[in-house]
């Protein structure tokens, strides 16, 4: 799991919540059923959960709302074991042949890679293997940005919801204007649907798309990095050369540890 998500969700409530109950006399906990109004809630969230309905079958709504929960997951991809692996099989290619690495291949846990890897012992043309795993890379790529969008348009609707409760509200408070006793707590109540598009936005979704484009882009590189390598083997290019190629994916200070222990091939 990764902490630093389940941590900031935990911290940002704890904040909001303090700044709920911190008043000039001290913490006062009395406050917090003034945060809470059920037809605000309703329409708030309630709306912004039945247009993003609107948006997309059941089935791919549902699903979207199940990948929330990748963002608490820690992502697998070590960039400088993959680039490892690599050498190391280019190493084993170099010594026997290209058919041997089928034999490694089921050493693999990684589908990506050892497709490539079987399509190359198949003695698929260099230019077709890239196309395909090109584009398997772009339907993953695709796949991950529907989820991305459905929480980026998920944290557009939280606030356009919560603007629309607030002028509900407003428009029975302007009804009651004869009591002037009841204006301050309508109008509170108005400002709640607000108050909770805006959590909804920033709170829920915004961080989650930020963390999902970062996991994505993470693994688009690796699976670059597996694309270039795999090819570079089957070009019979030097273990060296590949490997020299694919720490340019890396930054400077993450270059010194690829290939230490993983069989460096000869100069």
């Known amino acids: 799991m990764d902490i630093a998500t389940l941590l900031g969700l935990l911290v940002c409530f704890g904040f909001v919540v303090f700044g709920i109950v911190n008043g000039d006399n001290g913490l006062d906990f009395t406050v917090i059923p003034h945060f809470i109004d059920i037809p605000s809630v309703f329409i708030t969230i309630g709306g912004a959960f039945a247009c993003m309905l609107m948006s997309c079958s059941l089935k791919e709504y549902v699903s979207n709302l199940k990948a929330y929960t990748l963002v608490f997951k820690e992502p697998k991809y070590d960039t400088q074991s993959i680039i490892g692996k690599i050498i190391n099989l280019s190493n084993v290619a170099r010594k026997e042949g ?5 034999e490694a291949a089921s050493d693999l846990d990684d589908d990506f890679m050892k497709k490539g890897i079987l399509l ?12 395909i795993m090109e584009t398997e890379l772009a339907c993953i ?5 529907k989820i991305i969008g459905f929480y980026e ?12 409760g607030t002028l509900l509200g407003l428009v029975n408070m302007l009804y009651n204007m004869q009591d002037s006793s009841k204006i301050g707590p309508a ?12 959590l909804i936005a920033n709170w829920i979704c915004l961080p989650a798309t930020f963390k999902m484009k970062k996991n994505n882009a993470k693994e688009m590189q690796v699976k670059d990095i597996m694309i270039e390598g795999l090819l ?5 290019e030097n273990p060296r050369v ?11 200070k993450d270059r010194t540890s690829v290939g230490e222990g993983s069989g460096e091939g000869e100069a």
Do not use: C
Not at 122 to 131: H, I, K
């Open 98 to 102: 290209l058919l041997s690495l089928e």
């Open 120 to 131: 190359i012992v198949d003695g698929t043309d260099p230019e077709l293997v890239r196309g």
């Open 141 to 145: 790529e695709d796949r991950h940005n």
């Open 153 to 164: 348009q998920f944290a557009a609707m939280g606030p356009a919801w919560g603007m629309i």
């Open 187 to 198: 109008m509170a109540v108005a400002l709640l649907t607000t108050l909770y598009g805006s």
């Open 232 to 236: 570079s083997i089957q070009a019979g």
């Open 242 to 252: 590949i490997e020299e190629k694919l720490k340019s994916f890396l930054a400077p």
